[in-house]
């Protein structure tokens, strides 16, 4: 299933809607009000065209998601990957960690997902 696209200020709303799923949509409206600073008419837009496009689902007032969090980042970095580094991961964890201080226990934390995936990909 390809994941829609998801802009930064959706993403922001997505990041309520996950928190407080399934939500009815007045008070979805009300919390972005608090934390965005967003008028009714904004959330109720944002509310269709998500719905449009297939990330949510409005029915009787009540606001679900049809993807997840996890699924939108992993498409959003795949999208960078494969636009920024010509799809080459190596080369996007050289740049990264070029300009980034990693812990040890990132480094333990990332080997071990390493790990993980090779004894998931051997069997």
Wanted: charged fraction near 35%; charge should be negative.
């Amino acid at each position: 299933m390809d994941i829609p696209k998801i802009f930064e200020s959706e993403y922001r709303f997505c990041l309520i809607l996950w928190e407080h799923e399934p939500v009815k949509s007045r008070e979805l409206v009300e919390l972005c009000k608090e934390q965005l600073g967003w008028k009714p008419t904004t959330t109720y837009t944002v509310i269709k065209r998500l719905s449009e496009r297939g990330v949510l689902k409005n029915e009787n007032t009540v606001v679900t998601s049809l993807v997840s969090k996890e699924q939108v980042q992993a498409a959003e970095l795949n999208e960078v990957v494969e636009k920024t580094f010509e799809g080459s991961l190596p080369a996007f964890i050289a740049a990264f960690t070029k300009h980034q201080k990693i812990s040890e226990e990132e480094i333990d934390e990332v080997q071990k997902m390493i790990d993980r995936y090779r004894e998931g990909a051997s069997k």
